[in-house]
């Protein structure tokens, strides 16, 4: 038997469907390393949860979803933060402009506290996509410039090396953004004519507050309010 001396642990190695470019690459080459990710060929089943929150990175990736003809669903969910009903029909809105199904996840009664980082919320938001989908994918517009460690590389390798213990290689997590700047993202969605207008980005309230890090990312990359 062969040795496994100084192999990495399974939770360490980059599962094989989870391509994630080098984040020195242009922003063309990781531009089209996304559209890759979106458009598998051969006989990969391509059903799909995307998370759908409403706002810009989740938004372009339905509309990315659709343009390769993934057979989608859209998953809301409500954890009771304070901008929950601006969320939610800017999700509605986005999913009704591509023609993709909507359905919400309510988790309000979990009390979560929803001010800064809310530790585990996208561990959440994926194993609450397992829980109520049978899709082949769970779709998350999670992207490079955030300095939160549930969106970072290693955070979605560790969730694909856990679908692959639990599903035996069934189940993936599609990521395309991680590597991507919020500028890359605005730059897609203007392609795909996202409606970014409908789209919301701050976490604070249902009125833009135009102070919260969101705000601040939003205004920075897109002209529109």
């Known amino acids: 038997m062969a040795s496994n001396e100084g192999a990495l642990p399974l939770i360490l190695r980059p599962p094989a469907r989870l391509h994630i470019p080098d984040s020195g690459a242009s922003s063309s080459d990781l531009a089209d390393a996304a559209r890759a990710e979106l458009n598998q060929g051969g006989n990969v089943p391509k059903s799909c949860a995307i998370l759908l929150s409403g706002g810009i990175d989740s938004s372009t990736l339905a509309a990315s979803l659709n343009s390769h003809e993934w057979e989608s669903t859209a998953w809301f969910v409500d954890y009771g933060q304070p901008a929950r009903h601006a969320e939610r029909a800017a999700s509605r809105a986005i999913s009704s402009r591509f023609s993709i199904p909507w359905e919400q996840v309510d988790l309000r009664g979990l009390g979560i506290a929803v001010s800064g980082e809310i530790r585990?919320?996208?561990?959440?938001?994926?194993?609450?996509?397992?829980?109520?989908?049978?899709?082949?994918?769970?779709?998350?517009?999670?992207?490079?410039?955030?300095?939160?460690?549930?969106?970072?590389?290693?955070?979605?390798?560790?969730?694909?090396?856990?679908?692959?213990?639990?599903?035996?290689?069934?189940?993936?997590?599609?990521?395309?953004?991680?590597?991507?700047?919020?500028?890359?993202?605005?730059?897609?969605?203007?392609?795909?004519?996202?409606?970014?207008?409908?789209?919301?980005?701050?976490?604070?309230?249902?009125?833009?507050?135009?102070?919260?890090?969101?705000?601040?990312?939003?205004?920075?990359?897109?002209?529109?309010?």
Request: glycine share 4%; charged share 20%.
């Open 120 to 225: 585990g919320r996208n561990d959440l938001f994926v194993a609450a996509c397992l829980a109520v989908s049978d899709a082949h994918a769970i779709a998350i517009g999670t992207h490079g410039e955030s300095s939160y460690r549930d969106c970072s590389p290693p955070h979605a390798m560790a969730w694909q090396a856990l679908l692959d213990a639990e599903y035996a290689g069934r189940r993936r997590l599609l990521a395309p953004f991680l590597t991507l700047s919020k500028a890359a993202i605005v730059a897609l969605a203007r392609d795909l004519d996202v409606p970014l207008e409908l789209t919301h980005s701050c976490d604070a309230a249902d009125t833009a507050c135009g102070s919260c890090a969101s705000c601040q990312e939003r205004s920075s990359v897109v002209a529109c309010p």
